[in-house]
C-alpha cells in the first residue's frame, strides 16, 4: 500500500517551537502551543506540496533528492512498485485535493482543482492497479467534487460544472474492466487504455479487492449509475463469503477459482486491513447493517485468534486454525487502533497503539517489519506511511489526552530533523542509519500530514461536524447527503430490530502520582489521569525492545549519532521523568472477547452436532428458540463496552444485532424449578426476593386526571394491550415493613411496670400483632396494589409531593393520620409523624370509598409510588411516601457509574453507602461498580434502624433493576396517555401483585401438562424487547406466569438470551 522517506537537521525556529519535549510537556499543552505545532505542520506541508508542484508536476510523483519528477516506469513493465501506484495522471496533485480543505486554504483549493480538469486525462496506455488507483485518484477526485458543489463549507467554485465527477465516471469506466470475472473479484491491474491484457495474474489481495466499497459507492450515488457500487460490493461479498470456519479471511485470493492460496495466512496488516476498515466505515457512510454485521462478525474472531495473549500485538494467524503463522508484524498494522476507535473499542485501541508508539520512540519512524520475538527491525524502511499517525489522531479525539498531542509532538519533530531535504521530504531507506531515497510518495502529504495537522486543529470544521464524514484509507472526507441513501432491504430491519451497538464513555487512568513534570497540573500532583500512569505502560516500553540500563541517563541514543548502533535503545529524553530504576510495570492480563462451548443439557461431554434441525434450533419472529442444546456450538460474544455478553452463533445460524435466543429446553427448565427450589437462589445478604406481576386494568379513578398535572406522554407500544402481563424480580430492604415476610410482634410506645414477688419494679415492653401489611403478599387485597409513577419534578421522590398529586392518586388517610404541611424530611421530622396504633393501622375494605363517592381521589387499591434511584438515600423516600399516604414505594434502580454528590448526603447514607449491584444500597445514589443497574437492598444506617423499625413498620420499599424498570416505566407512560387522552373513565391503571419465589417456584411445580411462555411464532410486528425480559400476554390480568430467567457469564448478563419457562 505504502512505501518512501528521509532526514535533516532540525531548524533553529523549530528549536525555538518545540525546545525539548519534556520541556514542552511540563509547560502543557495551550491552545498557542497547539497552534504552533499546527503551523509547523502546515509549513512543512506546504514546503513538500510547493516542491513537487516546482520540480515535479505534472508527473505522479515528486523525487525530493534529485529535485525532479517522476511516472511509470516505461521501460521496465515489471517495475510493480513505480508502476502500481504511478498512472501517468499527476498521481501527487490528485491525492492532495482535499488536503486544501483540511488546511483550510480556499485559493489553494481553486487553483488544485483547475489544475487537475486542466491536464489530467485517464486515456492513458498505463497499467496501475486497480487498488491504489482507486483509493489515490478516484477517491481525492470524488472528495474535490463533493466540496466544489456543496455550499455549507465555503469551498464551492464559481463556474465549476461537475468536471472532477465527469473524471472520476470516466476513470470507473476504466477499472470496471477489471471486474469481469467469475467470481467478481477484480484483477489486481488494469490498463486504463487497453483492459486487462492478456496473461494477467489470476492472484490478488483481500484488501485490493475488498477496499473499493466507499469510492466505488459514492460514485454511484452521485451519478446514478449502479454498476460501480454492484461491482465493488460483489466483490466485498466474494470475499466475505469465502472466509474460514473460524470467520477469518485469507490474504491472497485466486480470482477465477475463489480459492485461497497458500500459506492461508490472516490477520490485521498488509493484504487485509483495509477490508476491515471499509466494512466498518460503510456502515458509517450508509446506514446499512450488512456492512456493520460482517465489523462484527469478523472483530470478535480477530480478537480471539490474532490478538496476543498480553492484548497489545496483533499476530499473523493461519485462517483454519487460528495457530500463529508468524512472528512479525508490518507498520500498516499500525491503522488498527484508530479504527478501534472508531468501533468504540477504546480500551484494547490504547493497548495496540502503545506498542507502535515505542517502537516509534525506538526508531524515530516506523521499521516496515518488526520481529515481535526477537524484537528487531526486519526491513528498516519508513516511506512516511501514515497509519500510526491516524491512529494517534484518532485516540486524541476519544480521550483528549495530551499524552497523544505530545506523541504528535514528536512525530513532527522527527518528520523535519529526519525526512525535510530542499526540495520536499523524502523517504528513510532505513532507519537505524537515517538514509534517504528518492521517492516522495503522495500518502506522505495526502494522509501524513494532514492527520498531524488535525491533531493540532482543535478549531478545524471536520473535528466539529459530526456528520456521516469518512476518510477512506487514502485519507479521502467522503459523505452522503440524506438524498443519496437507499431504502434497505426488507429482511434488514428485521433482523435488526434492537440495536446494542453503543460506544462506551472513555473512563481515563486516576492514580496518585508523585513524578515530576508528566502532568499538565504541573506541581500540583495529585490526581491525575492519562495513558502514561497506566501500569502497562513499562511493558509495552519492553515488547518494542527498548532496553534500559541504570546509567541510562549517560549514554546518548542512537537518534542523535549519525549512523552508530548503539547497543542500549535508552530511555528518550521526555521519559525520564516517568522511568523509575527499580520498574513498575503490571503485566497484562486480557478478559476473552469471543467464548466457544459446545452445550449439554447435564453438563457432561457430547458430540458437536455441527447442523441441528428444526427439532433444536427454530426461527421466530424476533431470533431463535432453542429446544433442545445438546450438541449445538455456541459462540458468545462480549459486547465493546465489557457489560455483558451476546450469543453471536447457534451451530450453523448468525444470531444478528438485536435479535433473541429463546431457550425453552425441558431438561434445563426441570433443572432450573429444581435449584430455584433452594432459600438460598433467592436471597442476597439475608434478604428474600419478592416477584411483582405488573397487569392493566380499567380506571379507577372517579374522575379524569388533573389538568395542571404534567405527565410525560409516550406513544403506546403495539404490545401493550388490555391483557399484557409483566413479571420483574424486586429486591427487599433491611428496614420498613417485608413484603413476604410474616408479621412480626410490633411494640408498643409505652412501656409497661410490673412488680415482682420481691418488690422491685421492672420496666417491660407491650407488643403487639399487626395487621398484615398493604403493600404486601399477605395483603387484605390479594397482594394487589396501583402503581402510579412519581410527578415530573419529583422524580426520584426526594421532596414532599404536591397536593394535587396526593389528593388524586394517594389512598384515603388511615386511621389516627392526618395530612402534613410541605417541609424538609428528616430523621428528626420522622418522629413527628402520627405513629398509627396496630389495631387500626391496616384499614379494611370498608375503608376505602366506592367509585360512586363524591370525593374526586376515591380509589379502590391502595397507592405505591415508583420513583428512581438517586438524590437522596432510601430512607427518606420511604419517610416521604408514608408522609403522602402512599403504601410504599417501588424504586428503579436505572443507575450508571458516578460519583455521590453532596445533595445525596442524608439518613442512611453511611451504611452499605455504596449501593453495589447485587448488594445492598444504603443511599438513592453511590458510585456503582461495574453491574450497575441490577438489583439492590435498600438499606439505612445503624443510627436510624430502631427510628425506622417503630415508625416504618407499616410500609414498604422494594427495588427493581433498569431493565425491569425501564418496561415498568414504559407501561406506566402508556396508562398516563391513555388516561388522558380517555374520555368518561376510559383509561387505564397499572396494578401490581406482589407474590413470594417460594410460591410461583410450587405453582410451577404444580403446573404440568400446560405449555408455558413458547415464543409466538406468528409475526405480530416490530416489538422491541429493547434488554427486557420478555413480557407475557395472558388472557386475563390476575394470571401469574412465571418469570423468564436471565443467565449470567463471569457475572456479567447474556443480554439477548431468555431462559422461557
Known amino acids: 500500500m505504502r512505501w518512501s522517506v528521509s532526514a535533516f537537521c532540525l531548524s533553529l525556529f523549530t528549536l525555538s517551537v518545540f525546545g525539548s519535549v519534556h520541556e514542552s510537556r511540563s509547560r502543557g499543552w495551550t491552545t498557542e502551543r497547539k497552534l504552533e505545532a499546527r503551523e509547523l505542520t502546515r509549513s512543512l506541508w506546504n514546503h513538500g506540496f510547493d516542491s513537487y508542484m516546482h520540480h515535479a508536476f505534472p508527473l505522479d510523483e515528486l523525487k525530493p533528492l534529485t529535485c525532479t519528477g517522476q511516472g511509470p516506469d516505461w521501460f521496465d513493465p515489471t517495475a510493480i512498485h513505480f508502476n502500481d501506484v504511478l498512472a501517468n495522471c499527476s498521481v501527487t496533485l490528485i491525492d492532495n485535493l482535499d488536503s486544501f480543505l483540511i488546511l483550510n486554504n480556499r485559493t489553494g483549493f481553486n487553483n488544485a482543482v483547475w489544475n487537475t480538469i486542466s491536464h489530467v486525462s485517464f486515456d492513458v496506455d498505463t497499467k496501475p492497479q486497480v487498488f491504489e488507483t482507486t483509493i489515490r485518484v478516484l477517491g481525492g477526485l470524488l472528495s474535490a467534487h463533493i466540496f466544489s458543489v456543496e455550499p455549507n463549507y465555503g469551498f464551492a467554485i464559481p463556474g465549476y460544472d461537475n468536471q472532477l465527477l465527469s473524471l472520476a465516471y470516466d476513470l470507473g469506466e476504466r477499472l470496471l474492466q477489471a471486474f469481469d470475472t467469475p467470481t467478481g473479484i477484480p484483477y489486481a491491474r488494469v490498463n486504463l487504455r487497453r483492459g486487462v491484457p492478456a496473461g494477467e495474474t489470476t492472484e490478488t489481495c483481500s484488501a485490493g479487492a475488498g477496499s473499493l466499497l466507499l469510492e466505488f459507492t459514492t460514485l454511484s450515488r452521485l451519478t446514478g449509475d449502479p454498476r460501480f457500487e454492484d461491482a465493488a460490493v460483489r466483490s466485498f461479498f466474494a470475499i466475505w463469503n469465502r472466509r474460514s470456519q473460524l470467520d477469518l479471511i485469507g490474504n491472497t485470493i485466486d480470482l477465477i477459482s475463489g480459492r485461497w492460496l497458500n500459506p492461508g495466512n490472516s490477520g490485521i496488516g498488509a493484504g487485509i486491513d483495509s477490508f476491515y476498515e471499509y466494512a466498518l466505515k460503510m456502515y458509517v457512510l450508509t446506514g446499512e447493517n450488512r456492512y456493520l454485521d460482517v465489523w462484527n462478525d469478523s472483530y470478535g474472531p480477530l480478537m480471539k485468534h490474532s490478538r496476543g495473549a498480553d492484548g497489545f500485538w496483533y499476530r499473523t494467524v493461519s485462517m483454519e486454525t487460528g495457530e500463529l503463522a508468524t512472528t512479525w508484524i508490518d507498520s500498516l498494522g499500525a491503522f488498527w487502533p484508530g479504527l478501534q476507535v472508531l468501533a468504540g473499542d477504546v480500551e484494547s485501541a490504547i493497548k495496540s497503539h502503545m506498542a507502535y508508539w515505542n517502537l516509534w520512540k525506538r526508531f524515530s519512524g516506523m521499521p516496515e517489519t518488526f520481529n515481535v520475538m526477537t524484537r528487531e527491525g526486519i526491513s528498516l524502511g519508513y516511506p512516511l506511511r501514515p497509519e500510526f499517525i491516524e491512529s494517534t489522531y484518532f485516540l486524541y479525539r476519544a480521550t483528549r489526552d495530551s499524552f497523544y498531542l505530545d506523541v504528535g509532538a514528536r512525530i513532527l ?157 535508552v530511555i528518550a529524553e521526555e521519559d525520564k521523568a516517568w522511568w523509575d530504576e527499580n520498574g513498575w510495570c503490571e503485566v497484562p492480563r486480557v478478559e476473552e472477547y469471543v467464548h466457544e462451548w459446545i452445550l449439554s443439557s447435564d453438563g457432561g461431554l457430547v458430540p458437536e452436532d455441527r447442523f441441528p434441525g428444526p427439532d433444536k434450533i427454530r426461527k421466530v419472529v424476533d431470533g431463535y428458540e432453542v429446544l433442545n442444546i445438546t450438541g449445538i456450538r455456541t459462540q458468545v460474544t462480549a459486547r465493546i463496552d465489557r457489560t455483558a455478553y451476546d450469543i453471536t452463533r447457534l451451530g450453523q445460524y448468525r444470531v444478528y444485532t438485536g435479535q433473541k435466543v429463546y431457550i425453552s429446553d425441558p431438561i434445563i427448565l426441570r433443572t432450573l424449578r429444581r435449584s430455584e427450589a433452594l432459600p438460598k437462589s433467592f436471597r442476597r445478604f439475608g434478604l428474600p426476593d419478592v416477584i411483582l406481576y405488573f397487569s392493566f386494568a380499567p380506571s379507577l379513578t372517579s374522575s379524569p386526571w388533573p389538568s395542571n398535572f404534567q405527565a410525560p406522554l409516550r406513544s403506546a407500544n403495539a404490545g401493550f394491550n388490555e391483557s399484557f402481563v409483566f413479571d420483574a424480580l424486586a429486591a427487599t430492604a433491611s428496614f420498613g415493613g417485608n413484603p413476604v415476610l410474616p408479621p412480626q410482634p410490633f411494640p408498643l410506645s409505652e412501656p409497661l411496670e410490673s412488680e415482682s414477688a420481691s418488690g422491685e419494679t421492672s420496666q417491660q415492653t407491650r407488643t403487639t400483632m399487626p395487621d398484615p401489611l398493604i403493600f404486601s403478599a399477605d395483603s387484605p387485597f390479594n397482594g394487589a396494589v396501583r402503581v402510579v409513577r412519581a410527578p415530573v419534578d419529583n422524580p426520584y421522590g426526594c421532596h414532599d409531593y404536591p397536593r394535587d398529586f396526593i389528593r388524586w392518586y394517594s389512598p384515603p388517610v388511615r386511621s389516627g393520620g392526618q395530612a402534613q404541611e410541605k417541609g424538609s424530611v428528616t430523621s428528626s421530622t420522622l418522629s413527628s409523624l402520627p405513629t398509627p396504633t396496630p389495631s387500626s393501622s391496616c384499614p379494611s375494605s370498608s375503608t376505602f370509598p366506592s367509585p360512586s363517592s363524591s370525593e374526586p381521589s376515591a380509589h379502590l387499591l391502595p397507592v405505591v409510588v415508583f420513583i428512581r434511584r438517586g438524590e437522596c438515600a432510601f430512607l427518606q423516600k420511604l419517610i416521604l411516601a408514608k408522609k403522602a399516604h402512599f403504601a410504599g414505594v417501588i424504586v428503579w434502580n436505572d443507575s450508571r457509574k458516578r460519583e455521590p454528590s453532596e445533595s445525596e448526603a442524608g439518613p442512611g447514607s453511611s451504611g452499605g453507602s455504596d449501593g453495589r449491584a447485587r448488594g445492598t444500597g444504603g443511599s438513592g445514589g453511590g458510585k456503582l461498580d461495574a453491574d450497575d443497574g441490577e438489583l439492590i437492598n435498600p438499606s439505612i444506617d445503624k443510627s436510624d434502624e430502631e427510628l425506622a423499625r417503630r415508625e416504618l413498620w407499616d410500609v414498604s420499599i422494594v427495588a427493581v433493576g433498569r431493565d425491569d424498570g425501564s418496561v415498568i416505566d414504559e407501561m406506566l407512560g402508556v396508562a398516563e396517555e391513555r388516561s388522558v387522552n380517555a374520555n368518561d373513565g376510559g383509561g387505564w391503571d397499572v396494578i401490581v401483585e406482589v407474590k413470594r419465589v417460594e410460591d410461583v417456584i410450587k405453582q410451577d411445580e404444580n403446573t404440568t401438562g400446560k405449555k408455558k411462555n413458547k415464543v409466538n411464532d406468528v409475526d405480530d410486528g416490530d416489538d422491541d424487547d429493547g434488554g427486557k425480559k420478555k413480557a407475557h400476554e395472558s388472557g386475563s390480568a390476575n394470571s401469574t406466569p412465571p418469570p423468564p430467567v436471565q443467565l449470567y457469564i463471569n457475572g456479567l448478563a447474556l443480554r439477548n438470551t431468555i431462559v422461557l419457562r
Open 413 to 569: 519533530e522527527d518528520f523535519i530533523r529526519r525526512t525535510k531535504v530542499p526540495c520536499g521530504l523524502a523517504t528513510v531507506s532505513n532507519v537505524l542509519t537515517g538514509a534517504h531515497e528518492d521517492r516522495m510518495e503522495s500518502f506522505a502529504l495526502s494522509e501524513s500530514l494532514k492527520y498531524l495537522y488535525l491533531l493540532f486543529d482543535e478549531d478545524n470544521m471536520f473535528n466539529q461536524d459530526f456528520r456521516n464524514f469518512v476518510f477512506t484509507t487514502e485519507g479521502h472526507v467522503l459523505f452522503l447527503d440524506n438524498m443519496y441513501f437507499r431504502q434497505p432491504p426488507p429482511i434488514q430491519p428485521a433482523l435488526h430490530r434492537s440495536s446494542h451497538s453503543i460506544c462506551p464513555a472513555y473512563s481515563p487512568p486516576l492514580v496518585t502520582s508523585s513524578r515530576q513534570g508528566g502532568s499538565d497540573l504541573g506541581d500540583l500532583g495529585g490526581l491525575i489521569g492519562s495513558v502514561r500512569e497506566r501500569p502497562d505502560f513499562e511493558y509495552a516500553r519492553l515488547l518494542a525492545g527498548i532496553v534500559v540500563s541504570p546509567d541510562a541517563y549517560d549514554k546518548l541514543s542512537w537518534s542523535k549519532t549519525s549512523g552508530d548502533k548503539n547497543p542500549f535503545a
